[in-house]
Protein backbone atom coordinates (compact mmCIF):
# COMPACT_ATOMS: atom_id res chain seq x y z
CA UNK A 1 0.00 0.00 0.00
CA UNK A 2 1.23 3.44 -1.02
CA UNK A 3 0.70 6.33 1.68
CA UNK A 4 1.58 9.33 -0.25
CA UNK A 5 2.36 12.65 2.45
CA UNK A 6 3.73 15.81 1.45
CA UNK A 7 6.26 17.64 3.62
CA UNK A 8 7.11 21.38 3.51
CA UNK A 9 10.77 22.93 3.24
CA UNK A 10 11.07 23.07 7.52
CA UNK A 11 13.84 25.81 8.61
CA UNK A 12 16.43 24.02 10.31
CA UNK A 13 16.23 20.83 8.66
CA UNK A 14 18.55 19.09 5.87
CA UNK A 15 15.91 17.14 3.97
CA UNK A 16 13.10 18.24 2.31
CA UNK A 17 10.99 14.94 2.48
CA UNK A 18 10.47 11.72 4.46
CA UNK A 19 9.62 8.71 2.06
CA UNK A 20 9.14 5.90 4.15
CA UNK A 21 12.65 3.42 4.17
CA UNK A 22 13.10 0.49 1.81
CA UNK A 23 11.84 -2.51 4.27
CA UNK A 24 8.41 -0.95 4.99
CA UNK A 25 5.38 -2.57 3.88
CA UNK A 26 3.46 1.27 3.34
CA UNK A 27 5.90 3.65 1.02
CA UNK A 28 4.92 7.30 1.60
CA UNK A 29 6.18 9.80 -0.81
CA UNK A 30 5.60 13.34 -1.68
CA UNK A 31 3.44 14.96 -4.15
CA UNK A 32 1.99 18.25 -4.87
CA UNK A 33 -1.59 18.83 -3.67
CA UNK A 34 -2.07 22.16 -4.90
CA UNK A 35 -1.11 23.82 -1.54
CA UNK A 36 1.80 26.18 -1.13
CA UNK A 37 4.26 26.71 2.17
CA UNK A 38 2.65 30.03 2.96
CA UNK A 39 -1.11 28.60 2.28
CA UNK A 40 -0.65 25.51 4.83
CA UNK A 41 2.32 26.71 7.72
CA UNK A 42 3.98 23.33 8.69
CA UNK A 43 3.92 22.28 11.98
CA UNK A 44 7.50 22.28 13.78
CA UNK A 45 8.91 18.91 13.65
CA UNK A 46 10.50 18.13 17.59
CA UNK A 47 13.70 16.42 17.66
CA UNK A 48 13.50 13.17 19.89
CA UNK A 49 15.66 10.84 21.43
CA UNK A 50 15.43 7.75 22.77
CA UNK A 51 17.91 5.05 24.39
CA UNK A 52 19.11 2.16 22.19
CA UNK A 53 20.27 -0.70 23.76
CA UNK A 54 23.64 -2.20 22.71
CA UNK A 55 25.61 -5.48 23.86
CA UNK A 56 28.48 -4.37 22.30
CA UNK A 57 29.93 -0.84 21.84
CA UNK A 58 32.78 -1.77 19.56
CA UNK A 59 31.87 -2.28 15.87
CA UNK A 60 34.21 -4.31 13.48
CA UNK A 61 34.34 -3.17 9.79
CA UNK A 62 36.99 -4.92 6.65
CA UNK A 63 36.06 -1.95 4.06
CA UNK A 64 40.03 -1.13 2.21
CA UNK A 65 38.58 2.54 2.04
CA UNK A 66 38.56 3.75 5.45
CA UNK A 67 41.58 3.83 7.77
CA UNK A 68 40.47 2.00 10.61
CA UNK A 69 38.50 -1.23 11.48
CA UNK A 70 37.36 -1.04 14.74
CA UNK A 71 34.78 2.28 15.63
CA UNK A 72 32.29 3.41 18.59
CA UNK A 73 29.38 5.43 17.41
CA UNK A 74 28.01 6.88 20.32
CA UNK A 75 24.44 8.20 18.49
CA UNK A 76 22.61 6.84 15.71
CA UNK A 77 20.75 9.49 13.49
CA UNK A 78 22.36 13.11 13.77
CA UNK A 79 20.63 16.54 14.57
CA UNK A 80 23.01 18.36 12.10
CA UNK A 81 20.81 17.31 8.89
CA UNK A 82 23.89 17.57 6.62
CA UNK A 83 21.71 16.40 3.45
CA UNK A 84 24.75 14.37 1.76
CA UNK A 85 25.09 11.99 4.83
CA UNK A 86 25.95 8.57 4.02
CA UNK A 87 24.67 7.47 7.44
CA UNK A 88 21.22 7.88 6.42
CA UNK A 89 20.07 4.88 4.79
CA UNK A 90 20.76 3.15 7.86
CA UNK A 91 18.01 4.46 9.67
CA UNK A 92 15.76 2.21 7.57
CA UNK A 93 16.77 -0.32 9.73
CA UNK A 94 15.09 1.02 12.75
CA UNK A 95 11.49 0.91 10.44
CA UNK A 96 12.32 4.71 9.96
CA UNK A 97 12.71 7.57 6.87
CA UNK A 98 16.16 8.22 6.17
CA UNK A 99 14.96 12.02 5.23
CA UNK A 100 13.42 13.98 7.97
CA UNK A 101 13.04 11.04 10.66
CA UNK A 102 16.88 10.48 10.67
CA UNK A 103 17.65 14.19 11.97
CA UNK A 104 14.83 14.15 14.50
CA UNK A 105 14.35 11.22 15.70
CA UNK A 106 17.33 10.14 17.47
CA UNK A 107 18.91 7.42 19.71
CA UNK A 108 21.81 6.89 22.17
CA UNK A 109 23.87 4.67 23.89
CA UNK A 110 23.87 4.95 27.70
CA UNK A 111 25.53 2.04 28.56
CA UNK A 112 28.46 3.01 26.02
CA UNK A 113 31.32 3.45 28.42
CA UNK A 114 30.19 1.16 30.90
CA UNK A 115 30.38 -1.54 27.88
CA UNK A 116 33.54 -0.17 26.63
CA UNK A 117 35.17 -0.88 30.06
CA UNK A 118 34.17 -3.97 29.66
CA UNK A 119 35.46 -5.03 26.21
CA UNK A 120 38.57 -3.16 27.35
CA UNK A 121 38.98 -5.03 30.64
CA UNK A 122 38.71 -8.68 28.65
CA UNK A 123 42.04 -10.28 28.86
CA UNK A 124 41.68 -11.52 25.40
CA UNK A 125 41.57 -8.00 23.95
CA UNK A 126 44.20 -6.39 21.85
CA UNK A 127 44.58 -2.87 21.38
CA UNK A 128 44.08 -1.35 17.89
CA UNK A 129 42.85 2.22 16.91
CA UNK A 130 39.07 2.72 17.70
CA UNK A 131 37.50 5.86 15.54
CA UNK A 132 34.50 7.57 17.24
CA UNK A 133 32.34 8.89 15.08
CA UNK A 134 32.74 6.58 11.86
CA UNK A 135 29.19 6.86 11.18
CA UNK A 136 27.34 9.72 12.60
CA UNK A 137 28.65 12.67 14.41
CA UNK A 138 29.63 12.24 17.97
CA UNK A 139 29.68 15.45 18.89
CA UNK A 140 26.06 16.49 18.07
CA UNK A 141 23.73 18.38 20.01
CA UNK A 142 22.55 15.95 22.05
CA UNK A 143 25.42 15.49 22.92
CA UNK A 144 25.23 18.88 25.31
CA UNK A 145 23.55 17.04 27.72
CA UNK A 146 24.19 13.70 27.05
CA UNK A 147 27.67 13.44 27.41
CA UNK A 148 27.98 9.91 26.02
CA UNK A 149 30.98 10.63 23.83
CA UNK A 150 32.79 12.68 26.75
CA UNK A 151 32.54 9.19 28.86
CA UNK A 152 33.71 6.78 25.73
CA UNK A 153 36.68 9.00 26.00
CA UNK A 154 37.42 8.79 29.70
CA UNK A 155 37.15 4.89 29.57
CA UNK A 156 40.29 5.09 26.26
CA UNK A 157 42.39 7.16 28.47
CA UNK A 158 42.14 5.37 31.88
CA UNK A 159 42.93 2.70 29.40
CA UNK A 160 45.72 4.57 27.88
CA UNK A 161 43.88 3.30 24.79
CA UNK A 162 44.82 5.55 21.29
CA UNK A 163 41.60 6.86 19.55
CA UNK A 164 40.86 9.41 16.90
CA UNK A 165 37.53 11.46 16.59
CA UNK A 166 36.09 12.71 13.49
CA UNK A 167 33.37 15.43 14.02
CA UNK A 168 32.10 19.31 12.56
CA UNK A 169 30.88 20.00 15.62
CA UNK A 170 33.02 23.18 17.91
CA UNK A 171 31.53 21.12 21.24
CA UNK A 172 34.57 19.32 20.93
CA UNK A 173 36.25 21.81 22.23
CA UNK A 174 34.75 21.12 25.90
CA UNK A 175 36.73 17.72 25.97
CA UNK A 176 39.84 20.00 25.41
CA UNK A 177 41.15 18.46 29.09
CA UNK A 178 40.96 15.20 27.97
CA UNK A 179 41.66 15.63 24.03
CA UNK A 180 45.01 17.88 25.45
CA UNK A 181 46.18 14.90 28.41
CA UNK A 182 45.90 12.35 25.19
CA UNK A 183 47.90 14.11 23.15
CA UNK A 184 50.71 14.76 25.34
CA UNK A 185 50.74 10.87 25.38
CA UNK A 186 50.11 10.38 21.38
CA UNK A 187 46.93 8.32 21.81
CA UNK A 188 44.66 10.93 19.66
CA UNK A 189 44.17 12.29 16.33
CA UNK A 190 41.02 14.64 15.74
CA UNK A 191 39.85 15.04 11.98
CA UNK A 192 37.64 18.34 11.68
CA UNK A 193 35.16 18.14 8.85
CA UNK A 194 34.88 21.63 6.79
CA UNK A 195 33.33 21.37 3.77
CA UNK A 196 32.69 25.13 2.93
CA UNK A 197 33.76 28.33 4.46
CA UNK A 198 30.30 29.89 2.69
CA UNK A 199 27.99 30.75 5.49
CA UNK A 200 25.20 30.39 3.34
CA UNK A 201 26.28 27.28 1.24
CA UNK A 202 26.75 25.16 4.97
CA UNK A 203 23.40 26.52 6.77
CA UNK A 204 21.77 25.05 3.53
CA UNK A 205 24.56 21.52 3.57
CA UNK A 206 24.66 21.35 7.13
CA UNK A 207 21.69 23.05 8.86
CA UNK A 208 22.45 22.58 12.00
CA UNK A 209 26.13 21.89 12.46
CA UNK A 210 28.93 24.82 13.99
CA UNK A 211 29.23 27.50 11.55
CA UNK A 212 32.81 27.48 9.33
CA UNK A 213 34.34 29.81 11.33
CA UNK A 214 33.40 27.49 14.70
CA UNK A 215 34.70 24.88 12.87
CA UNK A 216 38.36 26.70 11.91
CA UNK A 217 38.38 28.02 15.88
CA UNK A 218 38.00 24.42 16.76
CA UNK A 219 40.84 23.39 14.82
CA UNK A 220 43.01 26.59 16.13
CA UNK A 221 42.42 25.65 19.67
CA UNK A 222 42.69 22.32 19.13
CA UNK A 223 46.10 22.52 17.61
CA UNK A 224 47.64 24.99 20.32
CA UNK A 225 46.81 22.52 23.14
CA UNK A 226 48.81 19.72 21.54
CA UNK A 227 46.15 17.81 19.81
CA UNK A 228 47.06 16.30 16.15
CA UNK A 229 44.78 17.71 13.44
CA UNK A 230 43.53 16.77 10.30
CA UNK A 231 41.05 18.73 8.13
CA UNK A 232 38.60 16.60 6.00
CA UNK A 233 36.70 18.32 2.79
CA UNK A 234 34.14 16.07 2.86
CA UNK A 235 32.26 15.49 0.42
CA UNK A 236 33.59 17.15 -2.47
CA UNK A 237 31.10 17.87 -4.65
CA UNK A 238 31.57 18.82 -8.17
CA UNK A 239 30.00 22.08 -9.59
CA UNK A 240 28.84 23.09 -5.95
CA UNK A 241 32.12 23.44 -3.25
CA UNK A 242 34.93 21.72 -5.22
CA UNK A 243 35.94 25.39 -6.01
CA UNK A 244 36.63 25.88 -2.32
CA UNK A 245 38.85 22.73 -1.80
CA UNK A 246 42.33 24.96 -1.67
CA UNK A 247 40.63 28.10 0.28
CA UNK A 248 39.73 25.55 3.24
CA UNK A 249 42.89 23.58 3.46
CA UNK A 250 44.62 26.64 3.37
CA UNK A 251 42.19 28.52 5.93
CA UNK A 252 43.35 25.03 7.73
CA UNK A 253 46.76 24.92 7.76
CA UNK A 254 46.97 28.75 9.22
CA UNK A 255 44.91 27.33 11.86
CA UNK A 256 47.47 24.72 12.46
CA UNK A 257 46.35 21.59 11.16
CA UNK A 258 48.83 19.48 9.82
CA UNK A 259 47.14 16.92 7.95
CA UNK A 260 44.35 16.65 5.04
CA UNK A 261 41.88 14.50 3.66
CA UNK A 262 38.97 14.53 1.19
CA UNK A 263 35.88 12.36 0.28
CA UNK A 264 33.85 12.46 -3.45
CA UNK A 265 30.17 13.05 -2.38
CA UNK A 266 28.55 9.85 -1.97
CA UNK A 267 25.13 9.10 -3.17
CA UNK A 268 24.15 5.53 -2.47
CA UNK A 269 20.55 4.39 -1.62
CA UNK A 270 17.86 6.77 -0.57
CA UNK A 271 20.84 10.04 -0.21
CA UNK A 272 20.45 10.10 -4.02
CA UNK A 273 16.72 11.06 -3.65
CA UNK A 274 17.24 12.69 -1.09
CA UNK A 275 20.07 15.55 -2.15
CA UNK A 276 17.95 15.71 -5.64
CA UNK A 277 15.43 17.24 -3.55
CA UNK A 278 17.57 19.36 -1.83
CA UNK A 279 19.65 20.41 -5.01
CA UNK A 280 16.38 21.68 -6.81
CA UNK A 281 14.77 23.49 -3.66
CA UNK A 282 18.04 24.98 -2.64
CA UNK A 283 19.84 25.64 -5.69
CA UNK A 284 18.01 25.14 -8.73
CA UNK A 285 20.30 27.11 -10.81
CA UNK A 286 22.57 25.09 -10.40
CA UNK A 287 21.30 21.14 -9.43
CA UNK A 288 21.45 19.84 -13.58
CA UNK A 289 25.22 20.83 -13.36
CA UNK A 290 25.91 19.21 -10.60
CA UNK A 291 24.25 15.79 -11.15
CA UNK A 292 25.87 15.61 -14.65
CA UNK A 293 29.47 16.35 -13.38
CA UNK A 294 28.43 13.63 -10.33
CA UNK A 295 27.76 11.20 -13.17
CA UNK A 296 31.17 12.08 -15.01
CA UNK A 297 32.80 10.99 -11.80
CA UNK A 298 30.46 7.62 -10.99
CA UNK A 299 30.87 5.76 -14.70
CA UNK A 300 27.34 7.42 -15.86
CA UNK A 301 25.87 6.45 -12.62
CA UNK A 302 24.64 8.79 -9.65
CA UNK A 303 26.58 5.97 -7.43
CA UNK A 304 29.24 3.57 -7.74
CA UNK A 305 29.84 1.53 -4.46
CA UNK A 306 33.35 -0.29 -6.06
CA UNK A 307 35.81 -0.18 -3.54
CA UNK A 308 38.93 1.56 -4.18
CA UNK A 309 36.70 4.19 -6.42
CA UNK A 310 33.58 5.10 -4.16
CA UNK A 311 35.53 7.53 -1.99
CA UNK A 312 37.27 9.55 -4.63
CA UNK A 313 35.68 8.57 -7.94
CA UNK A 314 36.37 7.96 -11.10
CA UNK A 315 37.09 10.08 -15.48
CA UNK A 316 38.42 13.08 -15.60
CA UNK A 317 36.25 14.93 -13.10
CA UNK A 318 37.43 12.34 -10.27
CA UNK A 319 40.73 12.43 -11.71
CA UNK A 320 41.21 16.40 -11.38
CA UNK A 321 39.53 16.16 -8.03
CA UNK A 322 42.85 13.91 -6.74
CA UNK A 323 44.96 16.06 -8.54
CA UNK A 324 44.05 19.32 -6.86
CA UNK A 325 44.08 17.85 -3.64
CA UNK A 326 47.45 16.29 -3.82
CA UNK A 327 48.56 19.77 -4.81
CA UNK A 328 46.92 21.77 -2.17
CA UNK A 329 48.04 19.19 0.52
CA UNK A 330 51.32 19.70 -0.38
CA UNK A 331 51.38 23.58 -0.85
CA UNK A 332 49.97 24.16 2.71
CA UNK A 333 51.78 21.46 4.65
CA UNK A 334 49.52 19.22 5.25
CA UNK A 335 50.75 16.15 4.67
CA UNK A 336 52.59 15.77 7.96
CA UNK A 337 51.60 12.48 9.31
CA UNK A 338 53.13 12.69 12.64
CA UNK A 339 53.68 8.70 13.36
CA UNK A 340 51.47 5.96 14.14
CA UNK A 341 49.33 6.75 17.90
CA UNK A 342 51.36 4.64 20.57
CA UNK A 343 49.44 1.37 21.03
CA UNK A 344 52.37 0.43 23.51
CA UNK A 345 50.86 1.74 26.38
CA UNK A 346 47.31 0.65 26.90
CA UNK A 347 46.83 -0.83 30.05
CA UNK A 348 44.36 -2.22 32.46
CA UNK A 349 43.75 -0.65 35.66
CA UNK A 350 43.44 -2.43 38.75
CA UNK A 351 39.89 -3.31 39.82
CA UNK A 352 38.94 -2.73 43.77
CA UNK A 353 39.86 -5.85 45.36
CA UNK A 354 42.31 -6.72 42.99
CA UNK A 355 45.52 -8.10 44.57
CA UNK A 356 48.83 -6.08 44.51
CA UNK A 357 51.77 -6.67 42.54
CA UNK A 358 54.26 -6.23 44.61
CA UNK A 359 57.18 -6.41 41.69
CA UNK A 360 55.28 -3.61 39.73
CA UNK A 361 54.49 -5.85 36.65
Not at 146 to 170: D, G, M, N, Y
Request: charged share 30%; aromatic share 8%; proline share 6%.
Amino acid sequence: MAVKTFTQQLRGRGARSNASGRYEAEVREAFDDGWTPEDDEAAPLRTTVAPEKAKVIISRNDSPDVGFSASINPYRGCEHGCIYCYARPAHAYMGLSPGLDFESKLFFKPEAARLLEAELSNPRYKPELIHIGGNTDPYQPQERLLRVTRQVIEVLLKFRHPFSVITKSALVVRDLDLLAEAGTMNLVRVAISITSLDRTLSRSMEPRAATPEKRIDAVRRLTAAGVPVTVMFAPCIPGLNDHEMEAVLERAAEAGATGAGYVALRLPMEIKDLFREWLETDHPDRARRVMSLVRQMRGGKDYDAQWGSRMKGEGPIGELMSARFKAAQKRYALNQRGGELDMSQFRRPPKAGDQIDLFGR
